[in-house]
């Protein structure tokens, strides 16, 4: 089971980055989908988590910005983030749970079983 993210980058406050997340080894049917970030010198933070039915959780200090999709058919998870700030610096991280053992909240609170290496992203101007 892997996870290979794309899309990070540097980008200036108030800019836009997609970031994506493409499984292999396995079907995304029946997994809670989330993506994460971890800036320098703190813990993992959930940032959107997403269930097979399309149900999100959105942390707070993201609602408004990001949003999260799935396509279950070319098993691909996509993080779209807008009005990007400096505080949203952080290495980008997809990870997955069973959707028969945790909902998208629980994923985004307790993180995934599964994990991709993460892209880097940098707000800065």
């Known amino acids: 089971l892997q996870f290979v993210e794309s899309g990070g980058g540097l980008v200036r406050p108030g800019g836009s980055l997609r970031l994506s997340c493409a499984a292999s080894g396995f079907t995304l049917d029946g997994y809670v989908i989330g993506w994460f970030r971890q800036a320098p010198g703190k813990e993992h933070e959930g940032v959107s988590c997403?269930?097979?039915?399309?149900?999100?959780y959105v942390t707070d200090s993201v609602k408004g910005r990001f949003t999260i999709s799935r396509d279950n058919a070319k098993n691909t998870v996509t993080l779209q983030m807008h009005s990007l700030q400096p505080e949203d610096t952080g290495v980008y991280s997809c990870?997955?749970?069973?959707?028969?053992?945790?909902?998208?909240?629980?994923?985004?609170?307790?993180?995934?079983?599964?994990w991709g290496q993460g892209t880097q992203v940098t707000v800065s101007s």
């Open positions: 997403i269930n097979s039915n399309g149900y999100t």
């Open positions: 990870a997955a749970g069973p959707a028969s053992m945790m909902t998208v909240k629980h994923l985004c609170n307790s993180g995934g079983d599964y």
